[in-house]
């Protein structure tokens, strides 16, 4: 009917305002048409289907990586993963086993899906270089929210896979070599140094930012740590609430429960003629002056104690050896945390650790 209107108007010159009307509508129509009939059921009109030919980045990443004769060779994969080859694929088919989601497998249409090496390898990337989550799409074809679900799924797999062998208390033996060897090094007794880092947390909840908030006036995370001289942390206790500064971060920590308890391992040594039975740590002046803690001494005197407050920042700088290690590997803990929630925080932290 608006067709056979429109022939009409063809010959008539008084209606050129209805003409233009008319041919408007008409155009709409067809537009309208088009569009219910191009797209499926679940069309979504602001989303861009983007066709990253999701194979063709899995077998680059395979053939400079992975391949028997690879473009990049083990020294620039170590540079670039921040671990070797058979540390990668031991990683790989430890997730692998632990979950699917890692697992390449088939669509719907029959069409594969992204390979675990570019799941594995996009969570490295983030994790090594704390680059954003779209910085990694060019090069392996994965998008962004895949990648941050990867990363995510990673970081659990990586707890639940290695966490009781790697973020354990140290047993009996472990504590009969440290207890050698930092005896060797002029204190006997010691097991390790303790301290906090502080991870900038950038997307704060305004509502948490006053809990999170200390001396440094911007909301952080901070990391308790036990490391001995071989940078082996023995304990993490990360994100704690309310816990703006060392002291307040210590009186939640977990690491003088067995003290308290009465569980501590024994330890017998003899320091100037005296014996004692109760281990130690070495800290900074910022912590409480417990039989636990062994402090420098803020302005020694005499050549004795000028020795021994070298000594004891000396060996003290174990845990900030690894705090440094810790972010040199790992950039994502080094730059301002960008996540949300405090739980996916925690996990990569631990992660990292491991």
């Not at 066709?51 to 170590?78: I, K, S």
């Not at 973020?167 to 207890?179: E, F, G, M, T, V």
Request: net charge negative; charged share 25%; with cysteine.
């Amino acid at each position: 009917m608006t067709h056979n209107r429109l022939a009409k108007m063809l010959f008539n010159d008084d209606s050129d305002d209805e003409f233009h009307l008319l041919a408007t509508i008409i155009e709409e129509e067809e537009m309208e048409n088009e569009d219910r009939t191009s797209h499926h059921p679940g069309y979504i009109p602001s989303y861009a289907v983007i066709q990253r030919d999701r194979v063709q980045g899995n077998d680059r990443l395979y053939r400079d990586y992975f391949a028997d004769t690879p473009t990049f060779g083990p020294r620039l994969f170590q540079r670039r993963f921040r671990m070797n080859h058979p540390l990668c694929f031991r990683i790989q088919h430890a997730v692998e086993a632990y979950d699917p989601y890692f697992v390449q497998r088939r669509d719907a249409c029959g069409a594969l899906g992204l390979s675990s090496l570019q799941k594995k390898s996009a969570a490295f990337r983030m994790l090594a270089y704390g680059v954003p989550a779209d910085s990694v799409d060019e090069y392996m074809r994965i998008g962004e929210s895949i990648a941050i679900e990867s990363l995510k799924k990673f970081v659990k797999a990586i707890i639940a896979v290695f966490g009781d062998e790697y973020l354990r208390s140290p047993n009996s033996s472990d504590i009969a070599r440290l207890l050698e060897i930092n005896s060797d090094r002029g204190f006997p007794g010691m097991l390790g140094s303790i301290d906090c880092m502080h991870w900038k947390w950038k997307n704060c909840p305004v509502a948490w930012q006053g809990m999170y908030s200390g001396h440094i006036h911007e909301p952080t995370i901070i990391l308790e740590a036990i490391a001995s001289y071989d940078l082996w942390i023995w304990h993490a206790s990360f994100g704690l609430p309310e816990s703006p500064n060392d002291i307040n971060v210590l009186e939640r920590s977990t690491v003088f429960k067995d003290f308290a308890e009465g569980r501590g391992p024994h330890t017998n040594y003899s320091i100037n003629g005296h014996e004692y039975t109760m281990r130690y740590y070495l800290v900074d002046g910022i912590y409480p002056s417990w039989s636990t803690f062994v402090k420098t001494l803020s302005s020694p005197q005499g050549n004795k104690n000028k020795y021994f407050a070298a000594c004891q920042e000396s060996a003290r700088k174990d845990v900030e050896r690894a705090f440094g290690v810790l972010q040199s590997r790992f950039a994502i803990v080094r730059g301002p945390a960008c996540f949300w929630d405090q739980e996916t925080l925690n996990y990569i932290m631990k992660a990292c650790i491991i």
